[in-house]
C-alpha cells in the first residue's frame, strides 16, 4: 500500500510514473519492505526517507534525482550507512546495494567499482589477481563512500588517501545528468568529488589505480591493559622515525563479554597495536621487535600474510551495532598527549569507550597528490585520534559529552582541522563540516556546489552549502548565471 497524500508529500500520479520508470524498488512508509531497505552499520541514525528508491543502474539514479527535484525534496544516499550523519527525514533516500559491478584490469592495473561493493568483495577478487586497493580497515564499507571521503587505509603512509588514486568518476549531477568525470572533463568537479563526498551528485561508479601488492608483513598484537601506558609511549617514540612503508595504530579496547570476542580478549581492557607493512617479512619483524620486548602479549598475529587477509589487521566488527564516534587531528604526540588519552581511556579510567584509536598519519598522506584533489589537512597532521563508545539512546549525551571532553584534553595538540570520514552524526552542521578543509580550499567548495547544485538539492550530508555571491562562484561549469 502507498502512503497517505500530505502537504509536501509526492503525488500517487507522481510516484507512479516513478516506479514505472525505475527497475528497483521504490517505497514509502507503509509499504512493504521499506523498513527492509533502509537499515545502516551505525544504528544510532535512523533513516525515514519519503520515498527510498533502491536502484539498480545509472538510469535509476537519473529518474530518482529527477522525481526529488521535482518535488523539492533532498537527496540522500544510503551504501553501507557506516558514514550516515544526517537522518534522510522528509527525502528521496537512494540505496545503491545493487550497483555491484566490480572489474579489475590486473595488466592495466585499473579497476571500475560500482557504488554497492564493499572493501570485503574488492580485496576477495583483487587477492586472487595479485592487486591491491587502498581499502579501508573495515571489509563492510562501500569502496565508493569510502573513496570519496579520502580514504584512509593501512597502506596509506606509503601510497596516500584512496582518492589521490581516483582516475575518474561516473556520476549523476543535480540537474538528473550522467557524467562521466576526469581532470580533463571537469576538472573543477573532478577535485571536488575526490574529498567531499555526497555533495555534488550520486557517483554510480569509479575507476582508480591498484597497486602490485600481493602480500605484506602484518597484522595485530593484543596486549593486557596493564601495558598500555608503555604500549602507547613506545608507539609515541617509534613512530617518530619510520620508513613510510609502515602503516601503524594502536587501539585502547574494552571489548563485551560477546561471542564475536575471542576469550581471551572478552570484557578486559587491552591494547592492539595493527601493523602493515610493504616490505620483507625479516625487516618487519625488526622494527616490530620493540613492541614484543615490552612483555608477554594476549594474541600475537603479525607475520607475512596475503593481501586478501588484510581485514585482520583492525579485525573491525561486522555486524551493524549503535556508535557515536568523534576524532581529531593531532600534530604532534608528546608525553602529555599520551598521558591524556590514558586518562580517560587507559587502565583504571571509568570509561565508557570501547575504542581509543591513535593512527599514526604522515608520509605520502601529507603530500598532494599528482593530480590535486579536496582532501584537506594534510601537512600538519601526524596523528588521528578516533574515539567510539556504544549505547542506545538513552546513553547519547553522556557518551557525547565523555569523548568531547577527552577531544577538548588534546586541543593543545590538536590542528583544530578534521578529517571527513572520521566525521559523524555529531559533526554534521556546515561550521563543523568545513572544518574538514583548509579555508580556501572550502571556498572553492562553495563556490563549485553554487555551479552545479544551487538548490542543494544534496544536503543530507556533511554539507557544503552554495556560495552565496557569483564572486565566489568557479567558472567552466554548467548552471553559469
Known sequence: MSAPQTPGFPSASGLAALRATVAGPVLVPGDEGYAGEIPTYNLTVVHTPAVVVGVTSAADVQAAVRFAAANDLPVAVLGAGHGTSVSSDGAVLITTRRLTGLTIDEDAMTARVEAGVRWGEFVEQAGKLGVAGLNGSSPTVTVVGYTLGGGLGPFGRKYGYAADHVTALDVVTPDGEVRHVTADSEPDLFWALRGAKGNFGVVVAIEFTVFPIKAFYGGGIFFPGELAGEVLHLFREWTKDLPEEMSASVGLLHLPAAPFVPEPLRDRLVAHLRVAYLGG?????????????????????????????????????????????????????????????????????????????VRHMGGALSRAPEVPNAVGNRDETLYNVFLVAAGGPPDAAALHAYEQRLIDALAPWSTGRRY?????????????????????????????KRRWDPANLFRINHNIPPATSAEREVPGSPNSL
Open 281 to 357: 617479512p625479516s625487516d618487519g619483524a625488526v622494527l616490530v621487535q620493540p613492541f614484543r620486548d615490552l612483555g608477554a602479549p594476549i594474541i600475537d598475529a603479525v607475520g607475512p600474510m596475503p593481501y586478501a587477509a588484510v581485514a585482520a589487521v583492525h579485525n573491525d566488527p561486522v555486524d551493524p551495532l549503535p556508535l557515536y564516534e568523534h576524532a581529531a587531528l593531532l600534530r604532534e604526540l608528546p608525553a602529555e598527549a599520551v598521558d591524556t588519552i590514558l586518562r580517560y581511556a587507559g587502565p583504571g579510567a571509568e570509561s565508557p569507550l570501547v575504542l581509543a584509536e
Open 420 to 448: 571527513l570520514n572520521f566525521m559523524f552524526a555529531a559533526d554534521a552542521d556546515p561550521q563543523t563540516a568545513a572544518l574538514a578543509y583548509a579555508p580556501e580550499a572550502y571556498e572553492r567548495l562553495a563556490g563549485i
